[in-house]
């Protein structure tokens, strides 16, 4: 039985120790209990014979027998002589009485009753009847003249008689009441005894459902286990042919083009062989370094840097990587950063950059067309308490928000990153193998700095993951902020643009310039009005309406912003041109200058 409840079972040595107790004493008390049941049977019985048929009967056999013998002799008559042993057969029948109340258990049964008192009456009795055979061997010679003295005799004894009847009457009484409180004293104790075999029977049962279900859960267990090792194996398999899926295309793409690099002569396609290595080899040190992030936060070993940086200037940034990616996919990104955030904080800026390169990823592998919106805005979340870094005032929490106007992700795929591991069944993260290394890396990082992630996704709608990380305040946060340029009061502008999600973030970032801003969802003109500025973006209309309305707003002296092609690629329309990523950086001179005395100069980026 000990090695089925080894371990942090729910019985220890020392509790199979008790158990093991607990079963013997439970074969005690059974043996105890028919031990008792068997004693009261045989003295019951042993009871009913001596007491009843053997003590009282023969006592009062004793009685009568005299009664009788006496008669025997008053009822003699001259016709009876010679007796011919007659009157020895009657005394005969009565001594014989007197033995069997003074030999064997009956014998041993009458001297105890009444202190032995009995045994002397019974003794006087014997030597009375004995004396008596003198005179009946004279009865039977014929003799009458001992009759009387005879009959005499017989009569002086008869009050010891009945004293002796009276005194086995009362012990045998006394007796039996003994034997009846001793019955009795032994019937509760069976009663006593059988409950208590049966309490210890239950507990017994109970301990042995115990044992059993705890032995079924061992079994579990070890089936768990067993499925646990084969899925760890499976999961070991999965992953080293993931590790080999991702690593082969960059490996593919750096052999290739060394290949095709030995064979050209031409400057310009050493030049983008060369930037074509240089970009594999960076995907290539990118995807090792997540696998070795994925192992260290596994081990639980992997710790956040915290660092003060600008993170306007970050997510720009990490914006700017994935441009050469959307150009070539023709998609429109575009980022909005709530201007109530501080310009510095304290987080873990490598970190983070990880979750919005995974999130960017993932929206522009799942989007062929339209556009992706990055937006940094305060959560309404508490931060978590906790130690606060060197230097730093306050604990908060923003959000990080990456919608796309795509095809959406595959059910399964989304049943994968619906995990919380803050709850109790759900320990581990989605597996890279079910989810991507990029988005597995990214949902592990997100809980390990303590934050949440979530995401709604719809078909052919696009998807939207919106992430709450925490973020530190640094003391001097009173300088951290750099004020941005306000245009005057009811400045209006209009937004040219049919994707409404591209024209809501463009519409944001236009507010933070203290502009009122009206959108043309279905692309119209709205020449009829009069605005401060145009916003000209993507429009189905430019071909028939659009050299009309751009005339008008040049009579206006009103200027247009812009990224329609066909509007940048005609230079007599006078629109100033922005480009894809799409930031409020990009915007700020532009605005700075036409509504402003001061002439900022405008940085204009060099795009193809």
Request: aromatic share 8%.
């Amino acid at each position: 039985m000990s090695r089925f409840f080894q371990g942090n079972t729910w019985l220890s040595k020392f509790k199979i120790w008790v158990v093991y107790g607990f079963i013997t004493f439970i074969i005690a008390i059974t043996i105890a209990v028919f031990a008792i049941i068997t004693y009261t049977s045989d003295s019951s019985k042993n009871n009913g014979r001596r007491v009843f048929e053997s003590s009282l009967w023969n006592a009062l056999q004793l009685q009568v027998q005299s009664y009788r013998f006496l008669n025997y002799l008053v009822a003699l008559e001259d016709s009876d002589y010679p007796l011919n042993g007659n009157a020895f057969f009657e005394y005969d029948l009565l001594m014989s009485r007197v033995d069997l109340l003074r030999e064997g258990e009956v014998g041993s049964l009458i001297r105890n009753f009444e202190g032995g008192r009995t045994t002397r009456l019974l003794n006087i009795i014997n030597g009375e009847l004995e004396l008596l055979s003198f005179n009946l061997s004279r009865i039977e010679d014929g003799d009458r003249s001992y009759l009387p003295d005879l009959i005499t005799r017989i009569k002086n004894i008869e009050d010891q008689i009945n004293e002796f009847v009276t005194l086995v009457n009362k012990g045998s009484n006394e007796y039996i009441s003994r034997q009846h409180t001793t019955l009795q004293k032994n019937l509760n104790d069976i009663q006593l005894l059988s409950m208590a075999l049966l309490t210890c029977l239950l507990c017994l049962c109970f301990l042995t459902i115990k044992g059993l279900t705890e032995l079924k859960n061992v079994f579990r267990r070890n089936d768990n286990l067993q499925s646990g090792i084969l899925s760890v194996h499976e999961d070991k398999s999965d992953m080293l042919s993931f590790i080999h899926q991702e690593i082969r295309s960059p490996i593919n793409a750096i052999l290739g083009a060394a290949k095709t690099l030995k064979n050209t002569t031409s400057y310009h396609d050493t030049e983008a062989l060369s930037q074509h290595i240089e970009e594999s080899g960076q995907q290539l040190l990118q995807t090792i370094e997540m696998f070795s992030d994925l192992a260290l936060i596994d081990a639980k070993k992997l710790s956040l840097t915290i660092t003060t940086e600008n993170l306007s200037k970050n997510i720009h940034d990490y914006l700017a990587i994935f441009e050469p990616q959307m150009s070539r996919k023709s998609l429109q990104g575009i980022a909005y950063i709530d201007p109530l955030l501080p310009t510095n904080i304290q987080m873990d800026f490598s970190r983070v950059k990880e979750i919005i390169v995974a999130l960017l990823q993932n929206a522009i592998a799942h989007t062929p067309s339209g556009s992706i919106s990055l937006q940094v805005r305060p959560s309404a979340l508490n931060a978590p308490k906790g130690q606060l870094p060197t230097n730093a005032k306050e604990a908060k929490m923003l959000q990080i928000a990456i919608r796309d106007t795509g095809l959406g992700m595959p059910n399964q795929l989304q049943q994968n990153l619906r995990i919380n591991p803050a709850l109790p069944m759900q320990q581990e993260g989605p597996l890279p193998s079910k989810v991507g290394l990029s988005l597995a890396l990214c949902h592990k990082l997100v809980y390990l700095m303590k934050g949440e992630m979530h995401f709604s996704c719809a078909p052919e709608k696009g998807c939207e993951f919106w992430v709450d990380l925490p973020y530190y305040e640094p003391n001097d946060n009173d300088q951290n902020t750099s004020p941005t340029f306000q245009c005057p009061n009811k400045t209006q502008a209009l937004i040219i643009e049919t994707d409404t999600h591209l024209a809501k973030i463009i519409g944001l970032q236009l507010s933070t310039f203290n502009m009122e801003v009206t959108f043309s969802k279905d692309g119209s003109f709205q020449e009829h009005k009069d605005y401060d500025l145009i916003m000209l973006g993507n429009t189905p209309r430019f071909e028939r309406d659009g050299k009309d309305a751009i005339l008008q707003w040049k009579t206006k002296s009103c200027p247009i912003l812009g990224y329609h092609p066909k509007a940048l690629s005609t230079p007599e329309y006078s629109v100033i041109p922005l480009y894809f990523p799409l930031t409020q950086e990009q915007l700020e001179p532009h605005i700075c200058a036409l509504f402003s005395n001061t002439r900022i100069p405008i940085k204009v980026d060099n795009h193809d």
